[in-house]
């Protein structure tokens, strides 16, 4: 699914192990992106019970992969696409739902706080978490992806299916959004920076 | 607002990990499935492939029956 030929060589260890079925192999796997795909699912969900269930999703998909993985995969990628195509499916099937409910569908913010923002150590961490969580999932993937995971564009483009100028555009918007609902929060740099690209 | 700025924010983010029973549970499910085929591999497949190739032995032995009756 993804692959290069630039793999580091502790990565590609990684990828033997998984390749031969190697239980340490995988547990190291887990280790290193459990937190990150977690994380992502959970913004993506705004549900704690349902990122869970997502997350065990993914990395079943990689167990049962693993052995017909291919040399050259870039874990991270690879993973961030299972847990993409998992959160896509999952919102397709809310949508259903809250359709044949008559509920109004959307991800309007409760009243109380979410479970995510239960976390929030801070004001600032409060207002920081409700900015990303009102962001629109298609700006608010990009935005994890890129600000959270550190991704190039490039790598977020070939995650989502989207070309790389697509993803800089929602990332735009994205960064647009959420200096405006941080107000005086947000970092007052000028955003004359060029944007970060592959 | 910047790259960089978004990243900063996003380092400000409260860290979100699942709960170790979970995260543990999770480890037992993989390791069980680890290697294994999905339904379709080792299952479906085996079961096609098996029917294919008896069907063509069967109508190999067929033609070669018929050609020398």
Known sequence: MVRCTGVDPEAAALVDGLRRGDRAAFDSVFTAYRRKLYGYLARMTRRRDVAEDLLQETFLRLARHATRLAPDTRLAPWLFTVAHRLVVSWARAQAVRAQLAGELCGEAAAPERSPLEAVADSQAQLALERAFGALAPAYREVALLVGVEGMAPAEVAEILGLRADAVRQRLSRARDQLAAELGELAPARPAAKPGRTA | ?69
């Not at chain 2, 996003?10 to 029973?21: H, V, Y």
């Not at chain 2, 499910?29 to 294919?52: M, N, T, Y």
Request: aromatic letters at 2%; zero cysteines; proline letters at 4%.
């Open chain 2, 1 to 69: 607002m910047s790259d960089d700025d978004l990243a900063e924010l996003a380092r400000d983010l409260p860290a979100l990990d699942i709960d170790p029973t979970g995260a543990e549970r999770i480890a037992h499910r993989a390791h069980a499935a680890l290697g294994r085929r999905g339904l379709v591999q080792a299952v479906i497949e085996p079961v096609l492939v098996s029917a294919a190739a008896t069907g063509v032995v069967a109508w190999t032995v067929l033609e070669i029956l018929a050609v020398l009756r």
